[in-house]
C-alpha cells in the first residue's frame, strides 16, 4: 500500500539554524499539507499546496516558513531562522480527490 | 471557524470492555469528520471518516462511529477493546474542498486511551 514517507524522523539544530523537512507524498495525490503537534499539544494545520502554490495557511505559517514541491515527488518544508518554539512534531499529508488525508510519520524537530 | 471539542483527555477501560470517545464540532455546513489514530511515537492512521450518506460508518480495526447532526457529534465506539487500542485518538473535522478552501483538517485535543488487563 503506498504512503507519504518523511525525512528525517528526527532533527537537532540550532536556534537561528535554517532546517528542511523533505516529505514524499503518495504519488497519484494532488493536495499537499504540512501540519505540527507541539509535544502535548493537538495538531495544528500549518499550510496546504495545491497545483504548485499555496492554498491556505495558517497564522502560524509566517515569513520565516516556506514550501516547495521542487520536484514531481518531493514536498518540502523550511524554516528559515529557527526558534526554540518550533519545536514540534511535522507531519506532511497528501490526498487525491477523495478527503482523506494520509500523513506521514513525522519529523521530529528539536531546536536547542 | 471549524472546531473540535473532545471532552475526554484520558480514558481508562479493561480489556473486552466497550469504548465510547467522545466528539463535538462546530462547522457552518455539512462537515467531513474523521478520526485518527496515533500510537506513540507513529503518525496518524485514519481510523474512519464521514462525507456523507449512511450517519454510522464502519472503519478498520473494530470500530465505528455515528454522525448525529442535531447533537454536533461524531462519537467513535468499539465494542470490545483490545490492549493493542491503547493509543492517542483524534477527532477531525475536514473544510469542504472547493472555493478557497482546500481540505485543511482541524483536529480535536486528542484522547489517550489506556487498556487495563
Known amino acids: 500500500e503506498p504512503e507519504v514517507t518523511q525525512t528525517p524522523s528526527h532533527q537537532v539544530t540550532q536556534m537561528g539554524q535554517e532546517v528542511i523537512l523533505r516529505c514524499v507524498p503518495i504519488s497519484n495525490h494532488l493536495y499537499f499539507y504540512w501540519y505540527r503537534q507541539i509535544l502535548g499539544q493537538k495538531v495544528e494545520f500549518l499550510v496546504s499546496f495545491y497545483n504548485n502554490e499555496i492554498s491556505e495557511k495558517s497564522e502560524i505559517f509566517d515569513d520565516q516558513f516556506s514550501v516547495e514541491r521542487p520536484d514531481g515527488s518531493n514536498f518540502t518544508l523550511k524554516i528559515r531562522s529557527t526558534k526554540l518554539e518550533d519545536s514540534a512534531m511535522y507531519f506532511c499529508?497528501?490526498?487525491?480527490?477523495?478527503?482523506?488525508?494520509?500523513f506521514g510519520p513525522g519529523t521530529r524537530l528539536t531546536v536547542t | 471557524a471549524q472546531s473540535v471539542t473532545q471532552p475526554d483527555i484520558h480514558i481508562t477501560v479493561s480489556e473486552g470492555a466497550s469504548l465510547e470517545l467522545r466528539c463535538n464540532y462546530s462547522?457552518?455546513?455539512?462537515?467531513?469528520l474523521f478520526w485518527y489514530v496515533q500510537s506513540p511515537g507513529q503518525g496518524l492512521q485514519l481510523l474512519l471518516k464521514?462525507?456523507?450518506?449512511?450517519?454510522l460508518v464502519q472503519g478498520i480495526k473494530g470500530f465505528e462511529a455515528e454522525f448525529k447532526r442535531s447533537q454536533s457529534s461524531f462519537n467513535l465506539r468499539k465494542p470490545s477493546v483490545h490492549w493493542s487500542d491503547a493509543a492517542e485518538y483524534f477527532c477531525?473535522?475536514?473544510?469542504?474542498?472547493?472555493?478557497?478552501?482546500?481540505?485543511?483538517?482541524?483536529f480535536g485535543q486528542g484522547t489517550i486511551l489506556t487498556v487495563h488487563p
Open positions: 464521514y462525507f456523507s450518506g449512511d450517519t
Open positions: 477531525a473535522v475536514g473544510a469542504h474542498a472547493g472555493g478557497t478552501s482546500y481540505g485543511k483538517l482541524t
Open positions: 499529508a497528501s490526498r487525491r480527490l477523495a478527503h482523506e488525508q494520509y
Open positions: 462547522y457552518g455546513a455539512t462537515p467531513y
